[in-house]
Protein backbone atom coordinates (compact mmCIF):
# COMPACT_ATOMS: atom_id res chain seq x y z
CA UNK A 1 0.00 0.00 0.00
CA UNK A 2 0.93 3.47 -1.05
CA UNK A 3 -0.10 6.25 0.49
CA UNK A 4 0.23 10.21 -0.25
CA UNK A 5 -0.76 12.79 1.55
CA UNK A 6 -1.95 16.51 0.53
CA UNK A 7 -3.58 19.38 1.33
CA UNK A 8 -1.72 21.47 3.53
CA UNK A 9 -0.86 25.11 3.73
CA UNK A 10 -0.18 28.27 5.81
CA UNK A 11 -3.40 29.34 7.51
CA UNK A 12 -4.43 32.05 10.20
CA UNK A 13 -5.40 30.56 13.67
CA UNK A 14 -9.52 30.08 13.90
CA UNK A 15 -9.19 28.76 9.28
CA UNK A 16 -9.77 25.49 8.42
CA UNK A 17 -7.97 23.26 5.77
CA UNK A 18 -8.70 19.63 4.66
CA UNK A 19 -5.77 17.19 4.18
CA UNK A 20 -6.18 14.05 2.05
CA UNK A 21 -4.67 11.04 1.71
CA UNK A 22 -5.08 8.96 -1.29
CA UNK A 23 -3.61 4.80 -0.92
CA UNK A 24 -2.67 2.71 -3.84
CA UNK A 25 -1.63 -0.48 -4.11
CA UNK A 26 -3.69 -3.45 -2.07
CA UNK A 27 -5.98 -1.22 -0.95
CA UNK A 28 -9.09 -3.74 -0.28
CA UNK A 29 -6.63 -5.12 2.58
CA UNK A 30 -6.08 -1.79 4.79
CA UNK A 31 -7.90 -2.31 8.36
CA UNK A 32 -7.41 1.04 9.77
CA UNK A 33 -5.81 4.20 8.88
CA UNK A 34 -4.73 6.53 10.72
CA UNK A 35 -3.44 10.76 10.51
CA UNK A 36 -0.38 11.81 12.90
CA UNK A 37 1.72 14.56 13.40
CA UNK A 38 5.14 15.59 13.91
CA UNK A 39 7.53 18.90 15.39
CA UNK A 40 10.74 19.29 14.95
CA UNK A 41 12.26 17.40 17.93
CA UNK A 42 8.91 15.40 19.23
CA UNK A 43 7.42 12.38 18.96
CA UNK A 44 5.24 11.55 16.16
CA UNK A 45 1.72 12.65 17.93
CA UNK A 46 -1.69 10.66 17.30
CA UNK A 47 -4.62 12.64 15.83
CA UNK A 48 -6.87 10.65 14.51
CA UNK A 49 -7.93 7.03 13.29
CA UNK A 50 -10.85 5.70 11.50
CA UNK A 51 -11.52 1.68 11.04
CA UNK A 52 -13.17 -0.13 8.24
CA UNK A 53 -16.41 0.40 9.27
CA UNK A 54 -15.85 4.27 9.82
CA UNK A 55 -15.75 4.11 13.62
CA UNK A 56 -13.61 6.61 14.66
CA UNK A 57 -10.90 7.99 17.67
CA UNK A 58 -9.62 11.24 18.37
CA UNK A 59 -6.77 12.56 20.35
CA UNK A 60 -8.22 15.06 23.34
CA UNK A 61 -6.23 18.08 21.77
CA UNK A 62 -8.44 18.32 18.58
CA UNK A 63 -11.89 16.32 19.59
CA UNK A 64 -14.34 18.65 17.96
CA UNK A 65 -11.92 20.36 15.66
CA UNK A 66 -10.82 17.53 13.61
CA UNK A 67 -12.73 14.96 11.85
CA UNK A 68 -11.13 12.01 9.93
CA UNK A 69 -13.38 10.48 7.27
CA UNK A 70 -12.89 7.72 4.51
CA UNK A 71 -14.18 7.30 0.98
CA UNK A 72 -13.44 3.76 0.54
CA UNK A 73 -14.40 3.91 -3.08
CA UNK A 74 -11.89 6.48 -3.87
CA UNK A 75 -9.35 4.49 -1.61
CA UNK A 76 -8.85 8.00 0.16
CA UNK A 77 -9.10 9.63 4.07
CA UNK A 78 -9.64 12.86 4.86
CA UNK A 79 -8.68 14.88 7.94
CA UNK A 80 -11.02 17.76 8.41
CA UNK A 81 -9.85 20.55 10.33
CA UNK A 82 -11.38 23.49 12.13
CA UNK A 83 -10.83 26.20 14.21
CA UNK A 84 -6.93 25.55 13.78
CA UNK A 85 -4.78 27.30 16.48
CA UNK A 86 -1.20 28.21 16.35
CA UNK A 87 -0.60 24.64 18.23
CA UNK A 88 -1.89 22.79 15.31
CA UNK A 89 1.68 23.41 13.16
CA UNK A 90 3.27 20.29 12.40
CA UNK A 91 4.06 18.05 9.64
CA UNK A 92 1.03 15.69 9.11
CA UNK A 93 1.14 12.12 8.02
CA UNK A 94 -1.55 9.52 6.94
CA UNK A 95 -0.88 5.88 7.81
CA UNK A 96 -2.77 2.35 7.13
CA UNK A 97 -2.74 -0.83 8.83
CA UNK A 98 -3.72 -4.07 6.54
CA UNK A 99 -4.94 -6.23 9.57
CA UNK A 100 -7.18 -5.82 12.01
CA UNK A 101 -6.96 -5.28 15.29
CA UNK A 102 -8.32 -3.23 18.44
CA UNK A 103 -9.34 0.02 16.91
CA UNK A 104 -7.84 1.59 20.40
CA UNK A 105 -4.88 0.36 19.56
CA UNK A 106 -4.50 2.19 16.61
CA UNK A 107 -3.08 5.69 18.84
CA UNK A 108 0.12 4.13 19.00
CA UNK A 109 1.86 4.64 15.64
CA UNK A 110 4.22 1.29 16.30
CA UNK A 111 0.30 -0.66 14.68
CA UNK A 112 0.58 0.97 11.26
CA UNK A 113 2.47 -0.88 8.24
CA UNK A 114 2.38 2.00 5.83
CA UNK A 115 3.27 5.54 6.04
CA UNK A 116 3.02 8.44 3.46
CA UNK A 117 5.11 11.48 3.15
CA UNK A 118 3.78 14.12 5.69
CA UNK A 119 2.17 17.19 4.69
CA UNK A 120 2.98 20.74 6.21
CA UNK A 121 0.41 22.18 8.40
CA UNK A 122 1.32 26.01 9.67
CA UNK A 123 -1.19 28.32 11.66
CA UNK A 124 -0.04 31.62 12.19
CA UNK A 125 -1.80 33.57 15.18
Known amino acids: VQLQAFGGGLVQAGDSLRLSCAAS????????LGWFRQVPGKDRDFVATIGRSANTIYADSVKGRFTISRDNERNTIYLQMNSLRPEDTALYYC????????????????????WGQGTQVTVSS
Open 25 to 32: GTTSRVYA
Open 95 to 114: AARSSSTILSEMRNPSRYYY
